[in-house]
Every structure is written in C-alpha cells, then in structure tokens.
C-alpha cells in the first residue's frame, strides 16, 4: 500500500462520529512504519531525517488515535483521573477527545501537575509514591513515546531488558543461566539496586541524552510540573514520577551507558555455514540490567569489591546511588535473588564430567507472595458461590505457572496444589458447616471436563461451567533468550518476532484460544491482519446463538476486539444470518476503507 493512501488515513480533517468504526490495525500499520523508518534512519545516522520522521510521527492523526485508545481502553490505569478529575470510560468521550486534541498538538501541550497518590511496598516498608497524570497528558506521552523509542531502541545496551517492548523477565533470568553455566569462571556477583531511582534522576542529565529531540522542551516540562499531594502543590527538582507513561523509557535513557562506564566490550563472531552472527563479552565481567535491579557477574571476589568504586562515576553523573540493604557481594554457591527467582550453583555427582550445576528457582518471597494473593482470594469469596472462587483462583494460578514455568519449579507447583487444596477443604467446611464430607465431594468435586489430565478430585461449580486448575499441569518450557540487540522495530526482523509472538501466544494461552488460534494460522478472519497484538481479543459465533449457533469449534471466530463490534454494527446478532457473499463483502470493505472519520 503507498504511503499516500496511508496518510490520506491518517490527515482527515473532518469531526470522528463513530470510535467503533475506526479501522485500528491499517492506523497501527502506518505508524509502525513510521517507527521503523526512524530506527533505519538513526542507524544509518541521518540526524536531520530523525527528527522530520519524529515531527511527522506526533503530528499524526494515527498517532493520536492510538494513543487516546492505548490510554483509555487497554492501560490498567484507564480508569484513574488525574488531578483535573476527568475521566474517558465510553466511546462517546472518546470520540470528543480526540475531535478536541485533533485541533492541538504536542507541542502547544501545557502540562499540569501531578496527582501524588501512594500504593503499599510491603510489610515495614514506606508506600511506594505514583504521578499520575491527567488523560491528556497521558495521551500526549504515549504519542511522544511513539516518536522516542524506535530511536533509542538503536542505542540501549543488550543487556537491558526492563521496560522495552519484545523485552521482559524471561530474557534477563535466561541471560543470567547463560553467563552463569557450570562451566563459567564468573562466581562472583555484585548485586545492585538504585536507591529510590525513579525519584532521583537528574532532570539535566536526561535532557541532555535526548539531545535534539523535537519534542525536548515538552518533556522537560514534564519533568518540572511538580506533584499536587493533599492539595498542596510541590516542585520536583529530581525524578521521573513513576505513574507517567513516558517515565520508564526516559528511566532507561538515564540508566544507559553501564556497560560502557565499567568497561565491557564484544567481539562478533560469524559461522560460515549458516552466516548466523554471535556476539560474545571480552574480559571477566558481565552485566543483566532489568529497569533499577541489577547483577555484575565477576570472575574474582576484588574485582567484584571493586565494583562500588567503579560504578562511583556512572552514579554521580545521574543523581543515583545505591541502596546498601540491596546491594552486595555474593558467590554463586550461597545463591542470589533476582526477579523473584533464585540462582545457585550446587555440586552433583550424578551427572559424570560435571561437579557444578545452576539451578534456578522461584525465590521465597516470590512464593510467599503467591499465597498472600490465595489467601486473599479465599477471604474475598468468603460467602460466595464456588464459581466466582475458582475463576479468581485460575487467574492467580496461570500467572504464577506462566512466570514461574521457565525455570525448575515442579516440586513448587506440587506444594502450591497442595497449599489450595487444603484452603478449598476449609472453605467447604465454612460453606456447609452442616453437610458431610461425603456429600461436599459429591455436589463440588468432578473429574477433568477439559481432558487435561486424568483428575477426579476437581473443584467444580455445580453447575458444571468452571473448574479449578491445577498448578502441576504446566509443563515446565525453556525460555529463549532475545538475539543480542534485536528490536521489532527493525523491519528486517518482522518474521523473528512474528515466530517469538505465536511461542508467547500459546504459552500464555488457554487450550481453546490456542486451537482457534492455530486453525486462523494467527490472523484475524474478519481484518486478515495478525491476531498478536496488543488489542484484546474475542470469540465471535459465525451463526449467531440467536439463531441456535452451537459451541463448537467449526462455528468460532477468534477476532480483534474493534473487529468483532463492527461486524456486530453492520449485522446485529438478532438481525438477518449474512450468507457467505455478504461475508466476504464486509471483509473487503473493512480492508479497502478509504477514510478513517465517517460522518
């Protein structure tokens, strides 16, 4: 598709009516393409381009249509206002917003304080401080971070894996089993943490890595607009509030430039049978950053003691320094804590030829953490029906097997059965104080009805519609690791990612979401775009239940979340069934639609 029907899309002038009929993935094509232009041009180092495909970039419709939608609709925190006390919670506010901001742009943004607000760190520890700012502002940062990212996606460093997109906690616990097998001289790891990182940055220092980033001025006002706590307004000298869309990526900006500070280098290397290009680390040391937590890896104990006095310029230079109860020196047989998983070397003689093996585990307070979240989840449902109990259980147990399923956690899993099914015995016996054991088993307890395992002591609802889990069912899969500095907005990689988007899919999945999943080949039948991105997605009956359309897999679509109320829009579920012409009708209207703001 040219570029000039793209931003034809994209630079409509007239009044958006209908926020449904909006076509999201063609907006989303044009601004990834807008991104990846940016990340070429930064790497073929042509400054000026930079900065006009930035401009274009935060000028655009496109751009402020996603991000009024990544604000309002998929962000956790869509439904907090911030100090102004305005909210968006349905596409008719959406839709005024963006006829409102369309007539603006970021660069005549004044941005207002912050709303100070506190959430709880844990037991004896002071509540961590959030900014939230106000929607606006929340829209604004969205489509700066559009424009920032592709651009210093070209220069963070490999060993960075916090707050980056395609990035995350598997990466780094894979990258430390990587630089710490047994067969490393690396035994020696220094553990840090910046004390109170995100409230002590250097506002100048930042600023001045941005460089000429048109948008510069605007996110030094950020930076400046102070925090309202308890209806008293108060500057900020130092830090990123930690609420602000953009804060992670300017946090990242700040922290770069470890490796090089402390001295580590790569060598490349090319194998001439497949061309295939390895990088590895010269010399002792080695770094895993994930956003504030990190571990240097050494091959001696001075040189990791040493590491305080080296890392003295790196901190000074961006208003850091560490917090002494989290930062020490450690040798892999005692074990470290990192992402609440534990690292250590034992000694093994079963295995011949080998004396020492990592094993990597969830660590105490990760497990602690998890039934903290079950008893809550027990005391919550105290009361109510079993069916509100076990999909709140299933929630918290997919999370934890998804976390924890890369590592050895199989003797944890068994304990966490354990540990709920001894709390779901307890909740019976409140539930039905005067019932027998026997009749309890009887009226909440069934064999697998999914055919996952061969289980007959399930918690089921009576009415046979939800069934608890169980933990031990998760196989344990190796995470691989990301390619040294690999990024999605690299357009030669689209087919890497695309093949690392389907692993996450059907890892994070339930069983029939992967099935209707695997049947599309990952696309989205109505939009014939991917179905793995960040949109939510939908089970559509292509014969309505209505019109006594059955459950079953030949009947389900597995769609976009906008896609399916569209389709609903054009052929309401209680109208007339479309025959296949009318189908395929609607899909090439969807896919050809020439203007984006029907009136």
């Not at 307004?233 to 804060?247: A, D, R, V, Y």
């Not at 091959?299 to 890392?311: H, I």
């Not at 992967?514 to 991105?533: F, N």
Request: charged share 30%; proline share 5%; hydrophobic share 35%.
């Amino acid at each position: 598709m040219s570029n000039t029907s793209e931003t034809s899309i994209v630079s409509a002038v007239t009044p958006l009516t209908d926020f449904d009929s909006i076509p999201w993935m063609r907006i989303e094509r044009y601004v990834r393409k807008l991104q990846q232009r940016i990340y070429r041009a930064e790497i073929l180092g042509e400054r000026r381009r930079v900065r006009s495909l930035q401009r274009l970039l935060m000028r655009s419709n496109g751009a402020l249509l996603l991000s009024i939608r990544q604000v309002t609709q998929i962000n956790k925190g869509k439904r907090t206002a911030g100090v102004d006390g305005f909210k968006v919670t349905s596409n008719g506010e959406r839709t005024a917003l963006y006829n409102k901001m369309r007539n603006y742009t970021v660069f005549t943004h004044n941005p207002p304080p912050v709303l100070r607000t506190y959430i709880p760190k844990g037991k004896g520890k002071k509540p961590r401080p959030l900014g939230i700012p106000t929607m606006k502002d929340r829209v604004y940062q969205n489509i700066v971070k559009l424009a920032l990212e592709p651009q210093w996606e070209v220069h963070f460093e490999p060993i960075s894996y916090g707050f980056r997109p395609k990035r995350g906690c598997h990466d780094a616990v894979s990258a430390i089993f990587k630089k710490v097998c047994a067969t490393t001289k690396k035994k020696w790891i220094f553990e840090g943490d910046f004390k109170g990182c995100f409230n002590n940055l250097n506002h100048d220092y930042i600023i001045k890595q941005i460089g000429d980033f048109p948008a510069k001025e605007m996110v030094q006002q950020w930076l400046k607009a102070g925090f309202i706590d308890n209806d008293v307004f108060n500057k900020t000298e130092f830090g990123t509030p930690q609420g602000g869309i953009i804060s992670p990526l300017l946090a990242n900006i700040a922290l770069h430039g470890m490796e090089e500070e402390i001295g580590i280098k790569y060598s490349s290397k090319t194998y001439s049978k497949t061309g295939n290009v390895q990088h590895e680390v010269k010399g002792t040391k080695s770094i895993v950053r994930y956003a504030d937590d990190f571990v240097i890896l050494c091959e001696t104990q001075n040189e990791a003691e040493n590491m305080y006095e080296k890392l003295k310029p790196y901190l000074e230079k961006r208003g850091l320094e560490l917090a002494p109860e989290k930062t020490r020196v450690t040798h892999i047989s005692e074990g470290f804590d990192f992402l609440g998983f534990h690292f250590r070397q034992c000694r093994t003689k079963k295995e011949k030829g080998r004396l020492w093996k990592l094993i990597i585990k969830p660590n105490k307070k990760s497990q602690s953490n998890m039934k903290n979240k079950i008893r809550e989840c027990f005391k919550k449902n105290q009361g109510a029906n079993v069916a509100s109990l076990i999909s709140d259980l299933n929630s918290i147990i997919r999370g934890y097997a998804n976390y924890w399923n890369p590592v050895s956690s199989k003797q944890i899993f068994s304990k966490m059965d354990h540990y709920i099914w001894s709390k779901t015995k307890r909740f019976l016996r409140r539930l039905h104080p005067n019932k027998s054991w026997e009749w309890r088993i009887k009226q909440y307890f069934q064999p697998d009805i999914h055919g996952q395992s061969k289980d007959n002591w399930l918690l089921t609802d009576p009415n046979r519609q939800y069934q608890l889990i169980r933990m031990r069912w998760t196989p344990i899969v190796r995470h691989t690791m990301i390619k040294y500095k690999n990024s999605p907005f690299d357009s030669k990689l689209v087919n890497y990612f695309q093949k690392r988007d389907i692993k996450y899919f059907e890892k994070d999945s339930i069983l029939s979401r992967q099935k209707m999943a695997k049947k599309q080949r990952h696309k989205c039948p109505i939009c014939q775009t991917s179905l793995l991105t960040e949109e939510e997605l939908e089970i559509h009956h292509r014969y309505p239940r209505y019109h006594g359309g059955k459950d079953e897999y030949k009947n389900l679509w597995l769609v976009h979340n906008s896609c399916h109320i569209l389709w609903h829009k054009v052929f309401p579920a209680k109208g007339k069934v479309p025959n296949r012409k009318q189908t395929l009708a609607f899909v090439k209207m969807l896919n050809k639609r020439k203007a984006l703001l029907i009136s």
